[in-house]
């Protein structure tokens, strides 16, 4: 199937392969949701959604805790998210999402990668309009009736259901995220992960030697500790 495919298989377990790195990281998720919404998880639903994927990440819930307590006092450090745009080797378009309390270092570092590893920086706009903001939300497939799951969830801004081995992946636009997060929660389904994905409108078809260039961007691009995701329209199947 191709080194691409594997990679696709591989790349979310290496991705989060750091505890330490994935808790920093769900950390800046709650002070972010925090300073948007509020610390009350009840009439904060990107709160919600940070402590589940806590949940999910089995970061104790002592350290939620403490992350939110921090994220409310005086004292809170202030993070912005922030996108770059780029190139990857092969005219593969990146898509660099971020969460840093110092742009200047971030988009020094972000920069260095794409040049060092024979990729490019981009304006603002260059590759955004080929990808689609989309929400992702996983349940377990057992006990349910996807047809029948389908149809009460419409209203709430489903846009597609589909089964992947035992869960169910549910999708839906960017600005349904919160409705929909809410349907679940009214139809009592307990969420096993759930996260903002950008899909490309289109897929570039590589080599395997061309996509071991893309993979070792990608990689070296994910291990910066103010990258949260990347995305991009190599075609992985």
């Not at 949701?33 to 970061?59: F, H, S, T």
């Not at 869960?167 to 960017?174: G, H, P, R, S, T």
């Not at 349904?176 to 289109?202: M, Y």
């Amino acid at each position: 199937m191709g080194r691409a495919f594997e990679y696709r298989k591989e790349r979310k377990m290496k991705r989060w392969a750091s505890m330490a790195k994935t808790f920093t990281r769900i950390g800046r998720e709650i002070a972010i949701a925090v300073r948007d919404g509020g610390p009350d998880p009840e009439y904060n639903p990107r709160l919600r959604l940070a402590i589940q994927n806590a949940k999910a990440a089995n970061m104790p819930k002592t350290n939620v805790e403490n992350a939110i307590k921090k994220a409310s006092s005086k004292d809170a450090e202030s993070y912005e998210e922030l996108v770059y745009e780029g190139y990857a080797p092969h005219g593969v378009a990146l898509m660099v999402e971020t969460a840093t309390d110092n742009p200047t270092r971030t988009v020094a570092s972000v920069r260095h990668i794409f040049s060092k590893y024979g990729g490019s920086l981009g304006v603002s706009g260059s590759v955004d309009y080929m990808f689609s903001r989309k929400g992702i939300f996983k349940i377990a497939k057992e006990g349910q009736d996807p047809e029948e799951l389908e149809l009460g969830l419409i209203d709430y801004g489903l846009e597609e259901l589909r089964v992947d081995g035992d869960q169910l992946i549910l999708q839906c636009e960017f600005e349904d995220f919160g409705n929909l997060q809410k349907g679940l929660e009214e139809f009592d389904l307990e969420l096993k992960e759930s996260e903002l994905i950008r899909i490309p409108g289109h897929y570039k078809d590589l080599e395997d030697s061309e996509v071991e260039d893309v993979i070792k961007l990608i990689e070296k691009m994910e291990e910066d500790e103010d990258v949260t995701n990347v995305f991009h329209n190599m075609n992985e199947e």
